[in-house]
């Protein structure tokens, strides 16, 4: 079985600063790992995926991520906030299937003028 | 290119109604996923199809909630009997083999009053 969890429910950050969202996994496998965004009433846009390639994964806007196995975590940063970025974050993990993927909680991010 | 589409964006019914989803994936997108998004659980995974078939229907909450795919291409989760723990968000997602990304429609809000 396999599960993610997410440390932080909200994140309040203000703009131009960095942003951290932690995230935990558990898998008995080599898990994939990837960062979804929700924007309020939009579908999910994936951020980026770890897939066992290199540990510090670059995804879209800005974001990244690094997988540490020591740590079994993926946490997300960005080092310059934007307002635009004011939206849901999901870490998910994926099983030996590879398709059915399993979502942590949520962190939702709040920027400040 | 189009993404996922959803039909409708909102649904109200009342309690014990039948009600439809329907979902349009990517052209040429051999795998389509269910997802439900509620408060009290979450993301959570519904069902999978790979072409016309459903080789994984575990996350079907009761036997209330039917799907089906028809030419590989648009489906419909069907919930009967709705009851009022069924509210929450309906996200469809297709991808173009079952390991590939999965691109999210915007969902169907479905409230039961």
Known sequence: ?113 | GAGVSQSPSNKVTEKGKDVELRCDPISGHTALYWYRQSLGQGLEFLIYFQGNSAPDKSGLPSDRFSAERTGGSVSTLTIQRTQQEDSAVYLCASSYKFDYEQYFGPGTRLTVT
Not at chain 1, 11 to 38: A, D, I, K
Not at chain 1, 48 to 77: M, P, Q, R, W
């Open chain 1, 1 to 113: 079985a396999q599960s993610v969890t997410q440390l932080d429910s909200h994140v309040s950050v203000s703009e131009g600063t960095p942003v951290l969202l932690r995230c935990n996994y558990s898998s008995s496998y080599s898990p994939s790992l990837f960062w979804y965004v929700q924007h309020p009433n939009k579908g999910l846009q994936l951020l980026l995926k770890y897939t066992s390639a290199a540990t510090l994964v670059k995804g879209i806007n800005g974001f990244e991520a690094e997988f540490k196995k020591s740590e079994t975590s993926f946490h997300l940063t960005k080092p310059s906030a934007h307002m635009s970025d004011a939206a849901e974050y999901f870490c998910v993990v994926t099983g030996s299937n590879d398709y059915k993927l399993s979502f942590g909680a949520g962190t939702t991010v709040t920027v400040r003028a």
